[in-house]
Structure formats: C-alpha cells, structure tokens
C-alpha cells in the first residue's frame, strides 16, 4: 500500500496564479484532511471531510476550495495565490474520527 | 477561538534522561487528545492519544497525562534515545469533534550524547 500521497511534492507560483494539489489514499479511510503547516505555528486545519460527499471547513480555509471526488481522491485548490499561502501542505486521512496518517507533503512558494 | 498552548518550545535532554512537554487547551468540550512526531522533513505521526475518559496511558517508553479541570495535557517520554529528536506536537479536538483538531506549536526533542 502507498497510503497517502501528495502531488506536486514542490510548486512555485507567482501571485494570482491558480494550481490544485492532488492528494490520494489506498487504504478505504473514510476522512481526509487538508492541512498548512507553517514555521512555529504547528499545523492549520484548511478544510476536511468526514466522509465522501462532505466537505466541511476548518480553522483557515479563505483562499482554498476543495472536492472530494470520491472516496479515495481530496483535492485542494488556489484560486489565485498569494504570498500568505506559501506553506507546507499535508494532506490526511482516518478511518473515520482519530489517528490521521499524513502524506510527505507539498512545499509551496508564492513569489 | 479556541488554542492549545505548548511548553517548551525547545526541549534538550542528555541521552537516558525523561523529557516532559505540556499542553493546556481552551475548550472544555475537548474530549480527544492526539500527540503526533515529526522527523526533520517527513510527515507527522501519531505516537500516541487518549481520551477524556482516561486519565493517564502508557505505551512502552512513552505515556501521556490528561487533567481535565485544568485544562492540561503532557506527554513523557523516559530513558531517551537518539531516535526520540524529533518535533512533537500535541492537538486537541474541537468540542466533541474527533475530526477538527487544533494544534499546538511544536517542541523541537534535542538529545545530547
């Protein structure tokens, strides 16, 4: 099993620019996770879904809109970027509420 | 809004010694504690968590503490290894939510030789 995985693993956009980050499990997990970790701030809860065909926010989800489309794939999206966005982007998924086994994790840089 | 406060930022044992990192949350409907590790540039993972209808628990090595009046939570970590250098995080969930978890800022694990 490849558990959780993450593309791009790094991306540099200008400001305004749009991209997606893909994010993938193969292990039947119920909810998935889109996270932003930034330097000594820890990790920030963009949005998450609990299910396949929900979607909820979570502590900062301005700027990002994510689909869930279908039980294996959450994907997140930039609609225009800025340079408040660059960050590390992890995504999660759990078997429903609980442990959350993360991917390796996007490195975005917004010039 | 609610937040979860980590002490210390930083953290440097000598090799075989305890190390104790402490968390204090704000919303009292927090009932799931996490705590997960990060290595220098891999992905978190979860060591251990616990509930709030437990008090303490402990696995091998390590054990966490909960004190639900004050809010509290700490992580312990004995006989300390090299491998234990790490960054740990400690999260609460959001009221009775196991799904929103907010998070505490790290502490960075040093091990002296």
């Known amino acids: 099993n490849a558990g959780v995985t993450q593309t791009p693993k790094f991306q540099v956009l200008k400001t305004g620019q749009s991209m997606t980050l893909q994010c993938a499990q193969d292990?039947?997990?119920?909810?998935m996770y889109w996270y932003r970790q930034d330097p000594g701030m820890g990790l920030r809860l963009i949005y998450y879904?609990?299910?396949?065909?929900?979607?909820d926010k979570g502590e900062v989800p301005n700027g990002y809109n994510v689909s869930r489309l279908n039980k294996r794939e959450f994907s997140l999206r930039l609609e225009s970027a800025a340079p408040s966005q660059t960050s590390v982007y992890f995504c999660a998924s759990s078997v429903s509420a609980g442990e959350q086994y993360f991917g390796p994790g996007t490195r975005l840089t917004v010039t | 809004g609610e937040n979860v406060e980590q002490h210390p930022s930083t953290l440097s044992v000598q090799e075989g010694d305890s190390a104790v990192i402490k968390c204090t949350y704000s919303d009292s409907a927090s009932n799931y504690f996490p705590w997960y590790k990060q290595e220098l540039g891999k992905r978190p993972q979860l060591i251990i968590d616990i509930r709030s209808n437990v008090g303490e628990k402990k696995d091998q090595r390590i054990a966490v503490t909960l004190n639900k009046t004050a809010k509290h939570f700490s992580l312990h970590i004995t006989e300390t290894q090299p491998e234990d250098s790490a960054v740990y995080f400690c999260?609460?969930?959001?009221?009775?939510?196991?799904?929103?978890?907010?998070w505490g800022a790290g502490t960075m694990l040093i091990l002296q030789p």
């Open positions: 999260a609460a969930s959001i009221g009775i939510s196991y799904y929103q978890l907010i």
């Open positions: 879904s609990a299910s396949e065909g929900t979607t």
């Open positions: 292990m039947n997990h119920n909810s």
